[in-house]
């Protein structure tokens, strides 16, 4: 099994916590759902971290069979037409988006 770590770290914009939770949760999660070779997504929202832990504001888990399967979903046509809802999300965020990819032992 393999999981697909998006890191969202930084913050919302001032105004924008609530319509970018709502974003991420009713249509981002659904959005990879839906994508070819996808078996899950968790979304993470960060209630109590430690001192010096990393400004996180959401993280996003995308399980998958295979790296097969990883790479299936990034080149697909559904999973650019979906990045156009990423790019929405992101003009109401400060701060960067990152990937690691993980293999599940």
Avoid: N
Wanted: hydrophobic residues 45%; charged residues 15%.
């Amino acid at each position: 099994m393999w999981t697909r770590s998006a890191f969202w770290i930084g913050a919302p914009k001032a105004g924008f916590e609530a319509p970018f939770k709502v974003g991420v949760t009713d249509v981002l999660v659904p959005g990879l759902t839906s994508l070819p070779g996808v078996k899950g997504v968790t979304a993470l929202w960060p209630d109590r971290c430690e001192q010096g832990a990393p400004q996180i504001a959401c993280q996003i888990l995308v399980q998958f069979a295979s790296m097969a399967d990883i790479d299936l979903m990034l080149s697909s046509q559904q999973r650019q037409a979906l990045r156009l809802e990423v790019v929405k999300l992101a003009e109401m965020f400060d701060g960067t988006i990152s990937h690691i990819d993980y293999h599940v032992g």
